[in-house]
């Protein structure tokens, strides 16, 4: 995992300012001082994963730390589409399931004649306590729907005001 190598990286360049203000401040240096890097960047790493997998969601972070919605779950909605039959918009119930990590988002559609999954997403701010979701997404008929209602195809979707 890169975060891994990102922590210690960091970890490394505070040892080594460290140790530069030590030598120049006049103390004596000794490997014994290295000895906790080892743990410091195991308990940075775990500390760092869990805070980005689940912890980041705990509302004691939330405004000061993290600005980023939770927004994982299942949801049911309304879908009202920019494709046309007979002069109308086509509308129906889908579900979307997001799963959500503090840097990653998948998100699928399901509909009763098809599957969305997104390829590329951005969840940001769009006023003072708002957010919207854009996702870039291909859409995958069900096997017993091919050519029926839409072929395979590619498409983006905005979701607004997300509080």
Same mark, same amino acid.
């Given at each position: 995992m890169q975060l891994k190598s990102?922590?210690?990286?960091?970890? +490394?360049l505070a040892a080594l300012i460290w140790g530069i203000y030590l030598y120049f401040s006049g103390q004596?240096?000794?490997?014994?001082? !290295? +000895?906790?890097?080892?743990v410091t960047v195991s308990g940075v790493t775990l500390i760092s994963i869990a805070f980005i997998k689940h912890l980041w969601r705990w509302n004691i972070f939330r405004r000061w730390l993290v600005e980023r919605p939770d927004?994982?779950?299942?949801?049911k909605g309304r879908l009202k589409s920019s494709y046309t039959e007979g002069g109308q918009p086509v509308e129906k119930t889908v579900? !979307? !399931?997001i799963r959500q990590t503090l840097t990653s988002l998948s998100f699928r559609l399901y509909s009763e004649k098809a599957r969305s999954f997104?390829? +590329?997403d951005s969840l940001s701010k769009d006023e =003072?306590?708002?957010f919207k979701l854009a996702v +870039?997404?291909?859409? !995958? =008929?069900n096997v017993e729907y091919p050519g029926v209602d839409s072929e395979i195809h590619y498409g983006a979707a905005l979701f607004?005001?997300?509080d």
């Open positions: 990102q922590i210690s990286a960091v970890i +490394a004596d240096l000794s490997w014994k001082m !290295v +000895a906790p890097f080892g927004i994982a779950g299942t949801w579900f !979307v !399931v997104s390829l +590329a =003072p306590d708002l +870039a997404y291909q859409n !995958v =008929p607004t005001h997300i």
